[in-house]
């Protein structure tokens, strides 16, 4: 159907507009109603005469990133072609969707827009087709096994996967492995005289007697820092792990969380808060750079001069998680970097990019971050998630083996 048909059809393109809109949301897209509105006035500044120009417009409004564009692409074909989409789609058996070499990509991005769909209700009713048309896509709509959910990439799951694996997230708990402080505490198996405990023990008995008190070093969890990137790139990874952050910032001590994108926002005191609603809500009004840009360097500098010493105490587990992709070509990102990992006692660097097999260290900001790291893993997918869990307690654990390898990439 062409968008002049909509357009006469009682004024209905604004909401199938806006019901397109909430397809492409539900489907993994970052759409909220600023840019439902953009695009209404795109569309009313460009016309409707021509559904090339129609198509470009909407793209420029709601794909801001190239990995997005067979995901929206394969949702305007479908939407804007024929009406009563929802119930054609669940009346597809067959996928029919990709080619030879793409044929997995296709049918995840047709798995999602299908289950989209169905989520939107009656979308598309609006909408003309020949009775003969037929639309070929992958319509299974089941929901992922526990097994599958926890190797889906967080980019390529649904509005309702979504969902679930926040809850999966909810569920995890954070062991730390408790490591040695200065202070000492009172332990009759200790290997320690504890001289004062011992005088004042010997007064009792007016020095006739003269128990032994003993003493063993005081353990408990380190800190625990996350400095989480929030820029466009990272959009989606980093509203999981801040879900993961909240999850563990209610049931710990010490856990503190730094957001960056052109600027540091410390934000612990609204991951405290236990609805995790009221949390997001808050930490939307509170930072101003979501979905923006990066500069790596500049706040983990001005981390450094403002917080590395109140939080970085006692032996602090640092996370960093980004994906060293550095608006400002990585300027005096490596200095800073040092400074921070002399400041601690481990520094993980969590990069959804490591999902890749062919991922290499290219970027000038990888290349800044990647000698100053102790653990480099990704953090993509549930698995991935619990393996730093696993990897965050430092039990029997020794040198992480891999990161010779990938300073040796990096030189």
């Not at 353990?219 to 990137?229: N, T």
């Amino acid at each position: 159907m062409t968008a002049t048909a909509a357009t006469n059809e009682g004024g209905r393109l604004v909401a199938n507009i806006m019901y397109f809109a909430r397809v492409l949301r539900n489907a993994g897209m970052p759409i909220g109603p600023g840019k439902v509105v953009d695009a209404l006035r795109a569309v009313i500044a460009v016309g409707v005469a021509n559904r090339e120009d129609f198509y470009w417009t909407l793209h420029a409004v709601f794909v801001n990133r190239h990995d997005r564009h067979d995901l929206f692409d394969q949702a305007f074909q479908i939407f804007w072609r024929g009406p009563q989409i929802s119930e054609r789609v669940q009346s597809v058996r067959q996928p029919a969707v990709g080619g030879d070499g793409e044929n997995g990509t296709a049918e995840a991005i047709a798995r999602r827009i299908a289950e989209a769909l169905k989520i939107a209700g009656a979308a598309a009713e609006t909408k003309e087709v020949s009775p003969d048309e037929e639309i070929q896509l992958d319509a299974a709509m089941t929901w992922s096994r526990t097994e599958v959910l926890r190797n889906k990439d967080f980019e390529k799951m649904t509005a309702h996967e979504i969902e679930a694996a926040r809850k999966e997230i909810a569920k995890m708990r954070l062991a730390i492995a408790d490591v040695p402080t200065r202070r000492y505490r009172a332990n009759p198996a200790g290997a320690r005289a504890d001289m004062r405990a011992t005088l004042r023990a010997a007064l009792r008995f007016g020095g006739d007697f003269i128990p032994l008190r003993k003493r063993s070093i005081r353990r408990r969890p380190p800190p625990l820092v996350a400095i989480c990137d929030i820029s466009g790139s990272m959009e989606r990874y980093s509203r999981m792990l801040i879900h993961f952050l909240h999850a563990i910032t209610g049931v710990r001590e010490r856990v503190d969380t730094f957001l960056f994108g052109t600027r540091l926002t410390n934000v612990t005191r609204w991951l405290r808060y236990k609805d995790i609603d009221v949390a997001f809500a808050k930490l939307g009004a509170a930072v101003d750079d979501w979905s923006g840009g990066t500069r790596i360097g500049r706040c983990v500098g001005e981390f450094n001069r403002n917080w590395s010493r109140r939080v970085l105490g006692q032996g602090a587990i640092v996370l960093l998680i980004t994906d060293g992709l550095d608006r400002d070509a990585g300027a005096g990102l490596n200095k800073e970097m040092e400074r921070l990992h002399k400041s601690c006692r481990r520094l993980i660097w969590l990069n959804p990019l490591l999902r890749y097999d062919q991922f290499e260290p290219k970027s000038v900001g990888i290349r800044a971050i990647m000698p100053h790291v102790d653990e480099f893993r990704t953090a993509h997918n549930l698995d991935s998630l619990s393996d730093v869990v696993a990897a965050l307690n430092e039990k029997g654990a020794g040198r992480y083996k891999d990161m010779a390898k990938w300073r040796e990439l990096a030189q």
